[in-house]
């Protein structure tokens, strides 16, 4: 059964940084294209980042500068790193990725910041 497993998530101060995890597992394909989104309490969930299985990425206007995704093929990994963190950052962080002919989600890690 194929599972995208995120960690990485906890408790933050302001300005701290965070690098979270996303791999996948059940399978010998490799994670394809992959996003990241995140869901603030009461809010709707919004996209984050996108990393291609070339390596390009792309971000949400909003999360320029602070967010960073990359991939490690050999682990079948992709990360979401989180730069001067932000109480507003505080959300569950969701992985979404294409594996095969399939897209997957991962369970979410919450990551709580605190000012």
């Known amino acids: 059964q194929v599972q995208l497993v995120e960690s990485g998530g906890g408790l933050v101060q302001a300005g701290g940084s965070l690098t979270l995890s996303c791999a996948a597992s059940?399978?010998?394909?490799?994670?394809?294209?992959a996003n990241w989104y995140r869901q603030a309490p009461g809010k709707q969930r919004e996209w984050v980042a996108t990393?291609?299985?070339?390596?390009?990425?792309n971000y949400a206007a909003s999360m320029k500068g602070r967010f960073t995704i990359s991939r490690d093929n050999a682990k079948n990994t992709v990360y979401l790193q989180i730069d001067s963190l932000k109480p507003e950052d505080t959300a569950v962080y969701y992985c979404?990725?294409?594996?095969?002919?399939?897209?997957?989600w991962g369970q979410g890690t919450q990551v709580t910041v605190s000012s």
């Open positions: 979404n990725a294409a594996i095969a002919k399939y897209t997957y």
């Open positions: 059940g399978t010998d394909f490799l994670i394809n294209a």
């Open positions: 990393i291609t299985s070339g390596g390009i990425q």
